[in-house]
């Protein structure tokens, strides 16, 4: 199933989601199958029986008595299974011939001017042959959501990904009540001894709490990009600041890579370590370690470190945005939490909105260029648990690093672009008077101006061609999708 879903196994570089379609709904047969892989598989409620939710489909198993191998295969199972649904909305299967179809092409009073099929292609179907194909995706993640036996992080996983699906489908309400399901999840999840680690009504971590899971992490940073997406940069703002608060303060991660010894010894290589790696080639290959929880407290990795260049540039986007809705000197916790206003603004100076945007954006493009370099020294194997989580890492900080180089080269053209518009109203006689010598419109700080952004674009052009050839090192030339909340 992860060949399915990995794009370069097709023949056009895209995902076959009809096929994936086919092998989801295999596997969930079998695994729920009482006579074959759903042995004792137990009812999701005390009363014996399941329960059919309007919209949302039947509620989960119990899996408590499964293997933790297959609990984690049947959570991605569903998962997929839902991301099949959310790319296949709306078609249908034509139960004479078992062959799925997309809704344009059905032939019936519903659908008047059916789209003609490909040379080659199956006959269109009639609409009385015709049943829906899967099930709507949120059915799946409130199957994942009701099942007994599924940890913290697997909940909060379908729950946030629920909440992605109705903000696509533009349900800003529902996707807000997921957003705060996962993060009534991940508090809950909490000894009972720690209290008050995130605000209920604003989702804002607090200060000092020293109980900071990556739950939390997951669950606030996917709340206040909620936010972000539907405008709500006021809501947004504080959640994004105080993650960051929180990252910097976390304790800085023990584990080691395993080294691979010296390469002097690699090299003598004697011919009975030779057929014992090849044995071992033949040996089946161990199942993946085991994934946690979730509900452990966090570390300083350098994927921690990664993330944290992924919401600074997601600060800077919220400040970048706000320049239209704010003053030009931009405060925006002018009534409320006061304790973020130095963490904002480290130099204590007067900057518009925009500036700030852009500063932060420059020191994400920086720390994720860091990050990204570190991890091919020996100075970052105390910061990356194993060598899977180091390609993960690698992955993530290149998507990051890509995704606030976009975001800078943005702002720059956005600010030349109002630079000429202040350049065309200057040439209106009516704003000449307003000040020639060191007015806000004189010929003095226009030049000072233009001179800036031109400097400012030399100096995007140039850091973009030394990340170019970066990412092109580290075999990650795929876009990011860490970043962009506002500028898609």
Not at 22 to 47: N, V, Y
Not at 264 to 276: A, D, I, P, T
Request: aromatic share 8%; charged share 25%; hydrophobic share 35%.
């Amino acid at each position: 199933m992860r060949v399915l879903e990995d794009p370069t196994s097709g023949d056009f570089g895209t995902i076959d989601w009809t096929a994936l379609g086919r092998a989801c709904r295999e596997l969930l047969l079998r695994l729920e199958d009482p006579k074959i892989d759903g042995t004792d598989l137990g009812p999701g409620f005390d009363d014996g029986g399941d329960l059919y939710i309007q919209g949302a489909g039947r509620t989960g198993h119990n899996v408590s008595s499964k293997s933790e191998p297959w609990r984690r295969g049947y959570h991605y199972c569903l998962m997929s299974a839902a991301r099949v649904a959310e790319n296949r909305e709306g078609w249908v299967r034509d139960i004479s011939r078992d062959i799925l179809f997309p809704p344009g092409a059905v032939i019936g009073p519903s659908n008047p001017r059916p789209s003609p099929m490909p040379y080659g292609a199956p006959a269109a179907p009639l609409e009385e042959n015709c049943e829906p194909a899967f099930e709507l995706p949120q059915s799946y993640y409130m199957k994942i959501l009701t099942t007994q036996g599924f940890d913290s992080h697997q909940r909060i996983e379908a729950a946030l990904a629920c909440a992605d699906w109705f903000d696509f489908k533009g349900l800003a309400s529902d996707a807000e009540n997921m957003n705060d399901l996962a993060l009534e999840i991940a508090v809950s999840a909490l000894p009972l001894s720690v209290h008050e680690v995130v605000h209920t009504r604003t989702g804002v971590i607090n200060e000092g709490c020293d109980c900071i899971t990556p739950n939390i992490l997951l669950a606030t940073t996917s709340l206040a990009t909620h936010h972000a997406r539907n405008g709500n940069l006021s809501a947004a703002l504080p959640i994004f600041l105080s993650i960051l608060r929180a990252q910097r303060k976390l304790r800085p991660s023990t584990f080691m890579v395993p080294e691979d010894g010296p390469k002097e010894k690699r090299e003598n290589v004697s011919m009975f370590s030779s057929l014992r790696s090849f044995f071992d080639v033949l040996k089946e290959s161990e199942y993946p370690a085991l994934s946690t929880s979730g509900d452990q407290p966090a570390t300083r990795t350098a994927k921690m470190i990664c993330e944290e260049s992924a919401i600074m540039t997601h600060i800077g986007e919220v400040l970048f945005a706000s320049s239209a809705t704010t003053s030009r000197s931009f405060s925006p916790f002018q009534s409320s939490n006061h304790s973020f206003l130095s963490f904002l603004n480290t130099d204590n100076r007067t900057f518009s909105a925009r500036e700030l945007g852009l500063s932060w954006t420059r020191s994400a493009v920086s720390q994720a260029e860091e990050t990204l370099l570190s991890l091919s020294s020996s100075a970052s194997s105390n910061t990356v648990t194993s060598r899977e989580d180091e390609i993960q890492t690698r992955a993530s900080c290149t998507e990051c690093l890509h995704a606030s180089m976009e975001n800078w080269q943005k702002m720059v053209s956005k600010l030349q672009e109002a630079e000429n518009l202040e350049r065309m109203k200057y040439q209106d006689s009516q704003y000449k008077r307003s000040g020639w010598f060191w007015g806000p419109l004189s010929p003095i700080r226009r030049s000072l101006a233009e001179e800036r952004w031109k400097q400012e674009e030399k100096l995007v052009q140039e850091r973009a061609e030394e990340i170019k050839k970066l990412i092109r090192i580290e075999g990650y030339a795929r876009p990011g999708q860490s970043g962009w909340i506002l500028f898609q």
